[in-house]
């Protein structure tokens, strides 16, 4: 009887610690390594109402700034100074896989924490504005190949950056150095409309969410969108893809988030579980498109695996341009 | 026609009771973060998007409360730039200058209530400009390419040249200093980090924050921990709470003018509210010749930025609606909400949604008058805080510093930093170099290259592109104007004494 009583008592207990241990992190926190009001932020965003609509949290997520290197400071601070809080996410893109990759993050690579999920991507886009003499990206490969200088190229960030790469992957297809380009770096999608439609520069090299609104007015054309095939939505599906064009350079800017490294097991399959359940619902798709963010749903392992051979893949890119020896 | 109706249905929709309610809500909470130093208006929009969100307000009040929202912190900034002379923005550094002597003479009331009737007739001017031309301006706001930036910045430094005042050199080395810092960080062109030391916090350069902060707040109170030792003089403020008619009669003419200036420098994308100030002040400056007494507590010296900022607010709102262009930092956070409310900002947005555009111009209007009744009664509390004696008030400003750097960045690299600089500003002050072009270097400095380097990529290095449209020619023009406005003066004064001598 008092061995029955005493299993019972330890049967309860267990029950209860894992009850505890499955039981949502305290005081959940979601980084964002940027100012407010960039693709980080609305990444963090999406997390904070759909885990709550999906009621796998019971309190919206804290979302809180630490902008610095396109993730490199909060990359850093995870790592160094709260790698074991179960409790906090950071919002990551396919931006700071390539500054990874290109060792901008410091002292610490890819292996340094833990990856735990991919919520949604978007696309590389070329643009020029609607009256522009290119009509296909034939056009713009061709006139590259004929004089590179004679195309001003603008683009929202430093050479380097995803918007850089997608030019120097153009370039590479047009058989001339990426160096070679007329390039200018400006800041983000805005500045790259506001100087497209300014006539200031040629060709925008940006993502297909930022371009959207300016379609949509028909102020800008893109020439061609970097994904694998053809955009699945209404205003979206008449956009050649490169690859329909004969152009092999697919460039997804994917969204996501990492754990720190000495999370433990438990609250890791936590996090995961829950965004498995949350990526799979239907609530989340309609919060993702009104983001214009396409799917792409990866957890646990499998993402683990992409990252590090996107991380693998840009290096050999940076290589290959000659950003790093 | 169409656009009174249109307005006048703007009205209606600002007018509802609950748009009322929002509004004033809006502008009270944006006064309160922006009286906080480091916290702007970029944080207290971004603050409220999800609470409007989760209180799901309707599209039209949810922009309205963010606009509101937007005004009063822009607002609320200057009260501690006028009171303590810690710039609650980047934009306040101008009202520092001439504000804070002011309220050293206990004029602390009028100071307060002449800023807000300036920043007052500022935004007027602009609303008034917005529902007149946004569609024209917007045209006009792209044609500035990085090569015409750049000669805006020309502009604008010659403008601040009048700035060195009595200590040339000086204001030079501060300018240089600014200049230098504005250089760390990654470089935009080559993706080259420079003075970073491998340090990653340092890889965006510095926080313009952590440096306004570091340099005023923190330097202001190791000056007032010092001043403690040699018995501190309390500043009444005066009975005066309210400027008189002769006082805002002596500055109307600079209303309007800083008033027109601050509009387009809004409504150019990138220039924004602290270019706008800088220049109305130093244009003012120029204007009063030796006549004035700029910096030592000069009307028109706080009533040139405040008009220039509250324009280049409403300014910065004509590129977001009419072309989906973030106009500052503040206006591309409040795009990010409109796009939750699957509201695509843009050419469009006139046609397709007038209700909402109209109803948020309107609700600038009734935002601006909130502003200046709500503030009145409380220039009694706020001007309370020069009483306060230093031992209670220092602690207190270092305790709100602090949080309000750690609020936007989440990094205690940046408090350590904002104290360094804090102890190099002190150290500059006790050598008498005026802190302000240290900031404006550092801006300016950081807008010029940048520009500067675009405009020869994209003309692959020909210097001819910096000359070659109309607007940089225009641009040009008034460069030379306001070189020559000195000289001119030198010369009139020299052939007056000239008569005088022959007349003797």
Known sequence: MKIALTRLALAASCLLLSGQLLAEPKRPECIAPAAPGGGFDLTCKLAQSALVDAKLLSKPMRVTYMPGGVGAVAYNAVVAQRPADAGTLVAWSSGSLLNLAQGKFGRFDENAVKWLAAVGTSYGAIAVKSDSPYKTLDDLVAALKKDPGKVVIGSGGTVGSQDWMQTALIAKAAGINPRDLRYVALEGGGEIATALLGGHIQIGSTDISDSMPHIQSGNIRILAVLSENRLDEPEMKDIPTAKEQGYDIVWPVVRGFYLGPKVSDEDYAWWKDSFDKMLASEDFAKLRDQRELFPFALTGEELDAYVKKQVAEYKALAKEFGLIQ | ?504
């Open chain 2, 1 to 504: 026609m169409d656009t009174l109706s249109y307005l006048g249905q703007g009205f209606g929709v600002a007018l509802s009771p609950y748009n009322l309610v929002t509004a004033l809500t809006g502008t009270l909470i944006g006064t309160v973060v922006g009286l906080l130093p480091g916290l702007g208006p970029i944080n207290g929009v971004a603050l409220l998007i999800p609470i409007a969100f989760a209180l799901g307000l309707p599209p039209e009040s949810a922009l309205i409360l963010l606009a509101a929202v937007y005004l009063g912190c822009e607002y609320g900034g200057r009260i501690s730039s006028i009171l303590l002379n810690i710039p609650g923005e980047a934009s306040t550094v101008m009202t520092t200058l001439d504000g804070y002597p002011m309220a050293r003479q206990g004029l602390a009331g009028v100071a307060l209530s002449l800023s807000a009737w300036s920043s007052f007739i500022g935004a007027l001017i602009a609303t008034c400009g917005m529902v007149l031309f946004a569609p024209l301006l917007a045209k006009w706001a792209i044609a500035f390419g990085p090569a015409e930036y750049f000669v805006l910045m020309v502009f604008a430094i010659v403008a601040l040249g009048g700035m060195a005042g009595d200590k040339p050199l000086k204001t030079f080395i501060a300018a240089l200093i600014g200049l230098f810092l504005s250089a760390v960080g990654i470089d935009a062109n080559s993706g080259v980090y420079r003075f970073t030391g491998d340090n990653v916090h340092l890889a965006d350069g510095i926080q313009f924050v952590v440096l306004v902060l570091g340099l005023f707040s923190i330097s202001e109170i190791l000056l007032l921990l010092e001043k403690t030792h040699h018995g501190h003089v309390a500043v009444k403020a005066t009975g005066r709470m309210l400027f008189n008619m002769k006082e805002a009669a002596s500055v109307f003419v600079v209303n309007i003018r800083c008033g027109l200036l601050g509009f387009f420098m809004g409504v150019l994308p990138g220039a924004g509210a602290t270019l706008a100030s800088a220049v109305a002040y130093m244009t003012e400056k120029r204007m009063a010749g030796d006549k004035g007494k700029f910096g030592k507590g000069d009307l028109r010296g706080l009533a040139a930025p405040e008009t220039a900022i509250g324009a280049s607010c409403c300014g910065a709102l004509v590129p977001m609606l009419t072309l989906g262009v973030p106009g500052s930092g503040t206006t591309a956070v409040m795009i990010g909400a409109l796009t939750l409310y699957n509201i695509t900002p843009g050419p469009l947005l006139f046609q397709q949604q007038p209700d909402i555009v109209w109803g948020l111009i309107a609700s600038l209007f009734i935002a601006n008058i909130m502003l200046v009744i709500l503030n009145i009664p409380m220039i009694r509390i706020f001007t309370r805080i020069l009483a306060v004696p230093n031992w209670a008030l220092v602690p207190v400003i270092a305790i709100i510093t602090a949080i309000g750097v750690y609020a936007v960045h989440a990094t205690t690299f940046d408090l350590f930093l904002m104290v360094g600089i804090g102890i190099m500003g002190y150290i500059l002050r006790k050598l008498d170099f005026p802190l302000s072009p240290i900031l404006l270097g550092f801006i300016l400095g950081g807008l010029m290259e940048q520009n500067l380097r675009r405009a020869l990529s994209i003309s692959n290095g020909e210097l001819g592109i910096l000359w070659s449209s109309p607007i940089s020619m225009s641009t040009w023009a008034l460069v030379v104007v306001m070189l020559a406005l000195p000289l001119l003066r030198i010369w009139r004064r020299r052939s007056a004494r000239q008569r005088a001598l022959a007349d003797a």
